[in-house]
C-alpha cells in the first residue's frame, strides 16, 4: 500500500491564517514606521526610545512584538519576526518533506499552526490585559504567555479552536498575572533576577491550569480532537559533529517549544540585525548582544556535548534551559567579563539539565514536562547568578 507523501498535503486554514497575520503584521509595522518617521532618530530607535514613549502605537507595537524573542533575552522586533518566518519556513519545509527542514519543528507533532496561533493570542491578551503595568522605568513580564501554557496545552492536547482559545486565555488570565506577582513582590524587593519570577510564574500557574484541566475536562477535549497524523519514522541520528552544531542551533528556538534550526537562523539573523542598525536596541539597550549569544552558544554546546550520552538515551535532553535563564542573567546582572560568561556557561550547562531531567521524572503524567524546565531554570538561576557574583563581583 502506497503512503502518500508530505507533498501532496493541502495547508488547512489555520496554515493560511498564520501566513496571513505574519505578513499583516511586517507590513503594519512598515506603515507606521512610514507614517510616523518624525519620533524616529537617524538610527533605529533604541529599546529607552522604545519605553519611553509607549502611548504611541509605534512602540507599543515593538513592545508586544519584541516580547515574541524576549524569551532568549533579545526583545526586539526584528528577532520576532525572523523566529516567526524561520519557524513557518521549516514548518514548510516539513509538511512537504524537504530534506533540509532540520529538527522537525514542534517535535514532529505538526502542531505549529495551532501552537503559534494560541501562543500569539496569549500574548496580545496579556498585553491587553496587563499592559497598563508597564512604563518607561518599570520592565514588566508580558511575553510570558507566548513561551508556556497555551503552547504547552496544544502539544498534550492537541490542535483544534478549543484547546488554542481555552490555552491563550488561561495563559493570559494565569500565567502573565503570577509572574507580575513574583517579579514585582519577590524578585524587586530581593534583588533576584527577574527571570527567577518568570518561569517561577510559569511553573505555578501551569500546575494550576493542569489541575483546572483534570478536573474539567471538557475545555480541552472534544469528541473529535483535531490531531495531526503521526509523523513518519525518521533515521537514528549518528549524534556526530554535524548533528551536534544542528542540535546548539535548534536551542536557541526551544524555548517557544519550535526546536529548529531555521526558526533558530531567523531569531538570531533579526537579532543581529537591530545590533547592526542601533546596538542600544536589542537585549534592553544593554549593548551585550553579541556577548549573550556567544555565551548561549558555548553554554548549549557544552551541554550537548557532555550531556550527549542523555540525547543518545531518551531523543531530547534540556540542554537549551542555561540559554534562557542562567547565562544571559548572569550576563546582564554581572557584566560580560569572559570569568562571568564562561563560568555561567559550565555551571549552567552541567547543573540545570540535569536537574529538570530528575523534576520531570517525578511530574504527574497530566503535567506538560516543559513544568520541570522552567522550574530548572528557577533554582538553577537562583544559585548560579549570586555564585558569579560572589566569584567575580559587579
Keep these: 500500500m502506497n503512503i502518500p507523501t508530505a507533498n501532496h498535503q493541502r495547508f488547512s486554514p489555520v496554515d493560511k491564517t498564520v501566513v496571513l ?28 526610545d522604545m519605553v519611553s514613549a509607549l502611548h504611541d502605537p509605534v512602540a507599543w507595537l515593538r513592545w508586544v512584538l519584541g516580547d515574541i524573542s524576549e524569551v532568549a533575552f533579545y526583545k526586539h522586533e526584528f528577532a520576532s519576526i525572523g523566529l516567526l518566518a524561520g519557524a513557518y519556513l521549516a514548518y514548510w519545509a516539513n509538511r512537504t518533506g524537504k530534506s533540509w527542514q532540520g529538527f522537525a519543528i514542534c517535535y514532529g507533532t505538526g502542531l505549529w499552526p495551532w501552537l503559534v496561533t494560541s501562543s500569539l493570542l496569549g500574548l496580545l491578551l496579556s498585553n491587553l490585559l ?35 482559545i481555552n490555552g491563550a486565555i488561561m495563559g493570559a488570565l494565569l500565567v502573565t498575572p503570577m509572574c507580575l506577582l513574583i517579579v514585582n513582590f519577590v524578585c524587586n524587593p530581593l534583588a533576584l533576577p527577574a527571570v527567577i519570577g518568570n518561569v517561577m510564574g510559569m511553573a505555578s500557574a501551569s500546575v494550576v491550569a493542569c489541575l483546572i484541566c483534570r478536573h474539567w475536562p471538557t475545555l480541552v477535549k ?20 554535524i548533528w551536534s552544531l544542528r542540535r546548539v542551533l535548534a536551542d536557541f528556538s526551544e524555548a517557544p517549544f519550535f526546536g529548529n534550526e531555521l526558526a533558530s537562523l531567523g531569531l538570531l539573523l533579526g537579532a543581529l540585525l537591530a545590533y547592526s542598525l542601533n546596538p542600544s536596541s536589542p537585549a534592553y539597550g544593554s549593548g551585550l548582544l553579541l556577548h549573550i549569544i556567544a555565551a548561549q552558544a558555548l553554554t548549549s554546546a557544552i551541554g550537548v556535548l557532555f550531556w550527549r550520552p542523555q540525547w543518545k538515551a531518551h531523543g531530547w535532553y534540556p540542554t537549551y534551559i542555561p540559554l534562557v535563564s542562567v547565562v544571559p542573567a548572569s550576563i546582564l546582572t554581572h557584566g560580560a567579563s569572559w570569568g562571568v560568561m564562561v563560568t555561567s556557561a559550565w555551571l549552567g550547562a552541567l547543573l540545570a539539565p540535569p536537574l529538570a531531567h530528575a523534576i520531570a521524572k517525578r511530574l504527574p503524567a497530566d503535567m506538560h514536562a516543559y513544568i520541570a524546565n522552567v522550574l530548572s531554570m528557577a533554582i538553577s538561576t537562583l544559585l548560579i547568578v549570586p555564585l558569579i557574583g560572589f566569584m567575580f563581583g559587579e
Design 222 to 241: 472534544s469528541a473529535r480532537p483535531e490531531m495531526p497524523p503521526p509523523a513518519p519514522p525518521t533515521k537514528t541520528p549518528d549524534y556526530g559533529v
Design 21 to 48: 497575520l505574519m505578513i499583516g503584521t511586517t507590513l503594519l509595522i512598515i506603515w507606521l514606521w512610514l507614517s510616523n518617521r518624525s519620533i524616529w532618530t537617524a538610527h533605529w530607535p533604541g529599546y529607552d
Design 130 to 164: 496587563w499592559g497598563w503595568t508597564v512604563s518607561a522605568g518599570d520592565w514588566q513580564p508580558t511575553f510570558v504567555a507566548f513561551v508556556s501554557l497555551p503552547a504547552a496545552m496544544v502539544l498534550m492536547f492537541g490542535g483544534g479552536w478549543k484547546v488554542t
